[in-house]
């Protein structure tokens, strides 16, 4: 067999796409995987000028079709092509050495990095919710006080001013004569009616801060609950599904996956948050296990129907979770702040147990559809 025949053997084994192309940028082969990310047949590649960029000296991103027929990337590499003696292999009578060209399809990884980069801006917006909450709550609880009083010394004030006008109001036959000169005399030198107006503007101005903090706080307070949600009627199947595209590879390359839906009606739920928050259990799962030993694990996707609630469980046979640690996972762990929060604001709830030395199960719950 000669240098060329054990580059075409090759060739049909790997997993990636590739291309030999010689010194002018002609196709010389390629293989079925390459045919498929270019969305040509070999035969019509092979004697063809190559149009990927092949001048580049470093990795790129091209356009390619994936196994699915879709849109994706693919990291493309260019080298040179040696023979088995470890001189380069000559373009023939082309002059110059032949390139080897290979296209490693990574739409799944960059899927999977933007799904993580979203849910750890989801997971910061949530943070900041619960800043929100809490400072809504804190500020609430100084500020009714705060508010009482202010209304309070209001009353007071107006109370004075009635008892100052009674006194402005009454001569002589009230007080006798010394007695009403050194009224007006203290009116006079502490400038009593300027007071009486600048006490009751501040009020005034006081009540109007507070009444505007509390605007505030009530606008931060009902924010901080987060988006508005599109809940309808949505399929189990489908919602699994597309969990299952952004997180199917990553599971799979960890250990068996198992999927065991039972039937029953559609869940009221927000279909893009409800995706989200699959997602993140099966990333979280395929996480918590071991690398390299597939055959050793397992993770199952379970569905059961509990009276008018769905029951969807994620369990994997990865890390134990110790019990001492769960508040912390639940709060801390691969974004599962926001998963739990998502579930609650559907009327759901997710709910942990590990109950061997290894592996974990989670349970989320969501009400089943009824139409109103």
Known sequence: M????NVIAVMEQVSDGVLVVDAVGTVQAANDHAA????????ELVGRPCQLPLACDRVVEVPIHTDSGELGVAEMRVGTLHRQDGGRQDGGRRGGPMKLVTLTDISDRLRVE?????????????????????????VNNVLGSLLANTLLLGDHVRTLNKLFDALEDRGEEHFGPEARA??????????VPLVRQETAELVDECLDGVRRIERHTKLLSRR????????????????VGAALVLAGKMVRTRAR????????????ADRARIT?????????????????????HEIRLEARRAGNLAMISVRDTGRAVPPDDADDLVDERRALAF??????????????????????????????????
């Open 2 to 5: 000669d240098d060329n025949d």
């Open 36 to 43: 498929t990310m270019l969305d040509q047949p070999v035969a």
């Open 114 to 138: 933007r799904l993580r980069a979203h849910l750890k801006d989801v997971d910061f917006v949530v943070s900041i919710g619960h800043v929100g909450a809490s400072v809504s709550h804190a």
């Open 182 to 191: 050194s009224l007006d005399a203290i009116l006079q030198e502490h400038d």
């Open 224 to 239: 901080s609950r987060g988006m508005k949600l599109e809940i309808g009627p949505v399929e189990l199947e489908d919602l």
């Open 257 to 268: 996956f198992v999927k065991d839906l039972e039937s029953m009606p559609p869940v009221a």
């Open 276 to 296: 989200q928050l699959l997602a993140t259990l099966l990333f979280n799962a395929a996480s918590a296990t071991p690398a390299n030993a597939i055959a050793d």
């Open 339 to 372: 998963v739990r929060q998502i579930a609650r604001s559907h009327g759901g709830e997710l709910r942990w147990e590990s109950p061997g030395s290894c592996g974990a199960t989670f349970t989320l719950t969501l009400p089943l559809y009824h139409k109103a």
